[in-house]
T-cell receptor, first 112, second 114 residues
Framework: LAKTTQPISMDSYEGQEVNITCSHNNIATNDYITWYQQFPSQGPRFIIQGYKTKVTNEVASLFIPADRKSSTLSLPRVSLSDTAVYYCLVGGRMNRDDKIIFGKGTRLHILP | KAGVTQTPRYLIKTRGQQVTLSCSPISGHRSVSWYQQTPGQGLQFLFEYFSETQRNKGNFPGRFSGRQFSNSRSEMNVSTLELGDSALYLC?????????????FGPGTRLLVL
């Protein structure tokens, strides 16, 4: 699985748009990009998944450039309840030796 | 549809003991993965099971083991507990092996080793 790099932490204010970028330089052709959100003492929760260009759902958008070596999770008009850790994962149909690597994630802190 | 359930939710053990944690996946999901989460190391992959077979294993000692039953329920076992095994243990299920599949996580079992 491709290794990912994300900022360790970010701060923003309520009502702002937040963009979290993930680098995945060695992404493979069949890899998808998935983002999860985790609140303290809870399991991660799926936010969005994409392969290329742009994906949007009711909670977020995911922007993936043509080279797919990075992706940006965009959270529109954040609120205090969006304070959480956000993980970027890259993976495709797994081979036997592939391991699932979540990384340290980005700790997003929303301020009033 | 019921989500992923894990039992017990909290557990206190002492060093040297063993522990068994249980995970029931979402109905119809055949893949179950286990993770250990600690403040220092983050979320680390333990192993994945699909159709009762271990497909993948993370870099954990042999004290950590697991199995999956024919109904896709899974258990993980940690023998000879060490203080460093104190962590939140998370189970996730997906329809198929999880490289591209969305994983659905349970609430976790918080294990404290004294």
């Amino acid at each position: 699985l491709a290794k990912t790099t994300q900022p360790i932490s970010m701060d923003s204010y309520e009502g702002q748009e937040v963009n979290i970028t993930c680098s995945h330089n060695n992404i493979a052709t069949n890899d998808y990009i998935t983002w999860y959100q985790q609140f303290p003492s809870q399991g991660p929760r799926f936010i969005i998944q994409g392969y290329k260009t742009k994906v949007t759902n009711e909670v977020a958008s995911l922007f993936i450039p043509a080279d797919r070596k990075s992706s940006t999770l965009s959270l529109p008009r954040v609120s205090l309840s969006d304070t959480a850790v956000y993980y970027c994962l890259v993976g495709g149909r797994m081979n036997r030796d592939d391991k699932i690597i979540f990384g340290k994630g980005t700790r997003l802190h929303i301020l009033p | 549809k019921a989500g992923v359930t894990q039992t017990p939710r909290y557990l206190i053990k002492t060093r040297g003991q063993q522990v068994t944690l249980s995970c029931s996946p979402i109905s119809g999901h055949r893949s179950v993965s286990w993770y250990q989460q600690t403040p220092g190391q983050g979320l680390q992959f333990l192993f994945e099971y699909f159709s009762e077979t271990q497909r993948n294993k993370g870099n954990f000692p042999g004290r950590f083991s697991g199995r999956q039953f024919s109904n896709s329920r899974s258990e993980m076992n940690v023998s000879t507990l060490e203080l460093g095994d104190s962590a939140l243990y998370l189970c996730a299920s997906s329809l198929r092996p999880s490289g591209e599949e969305t994983q659905y996580f349970g609430p976790g079992t918080r294990l404290l080793v004294l």
